[in-house]
């Protein structure tokens, strides 16, 4: 973000767009403010104006609606800020249902969905900082204008990298500061602020830092060990098998190399990361031809994502014994 030596992650990673979002701005389900960068909502933010922001805005929704943002990850630390109403909130392994004073924290690799798909009537202020990291090894740099001393922001970036902990009652510190931030949003038509927004998101960092530290948190190294960086992706490419994923594509996506990709999946799953994959592959072939008996064979091999026909015959008949032909054949006759 302007930063010298900043990390280029837009090849790798892509912001979501938050459509549902967009669309219900458009319709006039509800009213936004925001000022982003990349491909997230609201009012494209000057290049040299609060470099690292990737977005800071709030919605309100006057209606109970129907959309909700989907499963999705950030390309920054977010921290969110339910003022009114009530909302869905869920996580990998939790579902919370907001409601006013909560706050959120979900760092890049945390999974999360907002909404259920419900958006009842309510105001949610966020804040994404991007601290140039996509995985949970990685050291974070926060921007230049984040003035924290170092030691306040050593230890809030502790915090935040080894604990889970994404839901927490927000003081009145903290609220005061999201809807300091959503009276500049409002103001910002012929000029934003720029030296407001600096000391009020400061302030903001602060405070949260004061409420972790009066909320005793456990901290856990292991949370930011490469080990958990590979556990993550090997969860992610559950749902993403169908890639042309090679073995380099893959180090690049946890940020380490290859040679440490290999062992921490062996360690993980006894295969390597080529094998895990083409595992994910196969079972995924197999419930189609399963549920889909009438399926093209090369239209499954190639939708599981296998470069060609004769390969994936190939190695599922080494897996199953039999030919994807004779494996759907079984559930035809029965």
């Not at 938050?18 to 609201?42: F, H, T, W």
């Not at 204008?145 to 510190?173: E, M």
């Not at 602060?206 to 958990?228: A, H, P």
Request: glycine share 6%.
């Amino acid at each position: 973000m302007g930063k010298k030596g900043s990390k280029d992650f837009s090849k790798i990673y892509r912001p979501d767009r938050c459509d549902p979002l967009i669309n219900a701005v458009d319709s006039g389900e509800l009213e936004m403010r925001a000022l982003k960068r990349e491909d997230y909502p609201g009012t494209e933010l000057p290049e040299e104006v609060l470099p690292g922001i990737l977005s800071i805005g709030y919605w309100d929704a006057k209606t109970h609606q129907n959309w909700g943002l989907d499963w999705h990850r950030n390309e920054g630390i977010e921290f969110t800020f339910l003022e009114s109403g009530n909302l869905s909130f869920s996580t990998e392994t939790e579902q919370f249902n907001l409601v006013p004073g909560n706050l959120t924290v979900t760092r890049p690799w945390q999974l999360h969905k907002v909404g259920n798909p419900e958006v009842t009537v309510g105001k949610l202020h966020w804040l994404i900082i991007d601290v140039q990291v996509r995985q949970p090894h990685q050291q974070w740099e926060w921007p230049d204008w984040i003035i924290l001393s170092k030691q306040d922001l050593d230890f809030l970036t502790l915090i935040l990298r080894q604990n889970d902990i994404q839901v927490w009652n927000s003081d009145r510190k903290i609220q005061q500061c999201f809807k300091e931030l959503g009276y500049c949003l409002d103001n910002c038509n012929l000029e934003i602020p720029q030296s407001k927004f600096n000391i009020l998101i400061n302030d903001l960092l602060l405070e949260i830092l004061c409420l972790f530290k009066t909320g005793k948190v456990k901290l856990d190294e292991s949370l930011t060990l490469n080990l958990r960086t590979v556990e993550i992706f090997l969860n992610y490419l559950r749902s993403d098998y169908e890639k042309l994923w090679t073995l380099d594509d893959m180090a690049e996506h946890c940020g380490i190399g290859k040679t440490s990709l290999s062992k921490y999946c062996k360690q993980l799953t006894n295969m390597t990361p080529i094998d895990y994959l083409i595992n994910l592959r196969l079972h995924a072939a197999a419930e189609i031809l399963r549920e889909n008996k009438s399926k093209n064979i090369t239209d499954v091999g190639y939708s599981c994502g296998f470069s060609t026909s004769q390969y994936f015959a190939t190695v599922f008949k080494n897996h199953y014994k039999c030919t994807p032909s004779e494996y759907s054949a079984k559930y035809i006759k029965s």
